[in-house]
T-cell receptor, first 115, second 113 residues
Framework: DTEVTQTPKHLVMGMTNKKSLKCEQH?????MYWYKQKAKKPPELMFV???????INESVPSRFSPECPNSSLLNLHLHALQPEDSALYLC??????????????FGQGTRLTVV | AQSVTQLGSHVSVSEGALVLLRCNYS??????LFWYVQYPNQGLQLLLK??????LVKGINGFEAEFKKSETSFHLTKPSAHMSDAAEYFC???????????FGAGTRLFVKA
């Protein structure tokens, strides 16, 4: 199994809503990532988890809250988002973030629209 | 700091023609380089990667790339374009710490019938 599965595929939420994005992988990878991708732009790193611990936060606003319940799951909790947060949110995993030759496997993404 | 520059935001080729997508990198350490493809409303799929060893790297779907240290380049090629190759292509490099994939701006490939 070389898949990273993200749910939901599409999400529309109001600015006062609370929602969560989910990501799952069963490749035994110990590093998991959240990326944000705006239209016609490359993905931008948001968070990195290594061995279920938050290792990197790329100065992401607190309205985005990541969680790693176990080595296979990664969540992104959303609260009080703004319309400019509308984007494709990509989850990725890699074997180990300390091994630079480990490529990242990406999920299909969640298309988020904030209204 | 590591970075990649993709030359040309859009490339258009005819079906059956050579595909050449250009990527130049900047890295203070030996780079690990990647090419990813993204189809509309999809995630990213790894085409190929260069870590060490052979400088000509073969990937999936008939793509290959050559690492040229003297030119700091990692251009992606395919001898004969197919309509299904139409997509966004990203060149990427991992940062020194290894935890971050740094993407180029992307090149949209159009394939004409």
């Amino acid at each position: 199994d070389t898949e990273v599965t993200q749910t939901p595929k599409h999400l529309v939420m109001g600015m006062t809503n609370k929602k969560s994005l989910k990501c799952e992988q069963h490749m035994g990878h110990r590093a998991m990532y959240w990326y944000k991708q705006k239209a016609k732009k490359p993905p931008e790193l948001m968070f990195v988890y290594s061995y279920e611990k938050l290792s990197i936060n790329e100065s992401v606003p607190s309205r985005f809250s990541p969680e790693c319940p176990n080595s296979s799951l990664l969540n992104l909790h959303l609260h009080a988002l703004q319309p400019e947060d509308s984007a494709l949110y990509l989850c990725a995993s890699s074997q180990d973030w300390t091994t630079r030759n480990g490529e990242a496997f990406f999920g299909q993404g969640t298309r988020l629209t904030v209204v | 700091a590591q970075s990649v520059t993709q030359l040309g935001s859009h490339v258009s080729v005819s079906e059956g023609a050579l595909v050449l997508l250009r990527c130049n990198y900047s890295s203070s350490v030996p780079p690990y380089l990647f090419w990813y493809v993204q189809y509309p409303n999809q995630g990213l799929q790894l085409l190929l990667k260069y870590t060490t060893g052979a400088t000509l790297v073969k990937g999936i779907n008939g793509f290959e790339a050559e690492f040229k240290k003297s030119e700091t380049s990692f251009h992606l090629t395919k001898p004969s374009a197919h309509m299904s190759d139409a997509a966004e292509y990203f060149c990427a490099v991992t940062n020194t710490g290894g935890f971050k994939t740094i993407f180029g701006a992307g090149t949209r490939l159009f394939v004409k019938a």
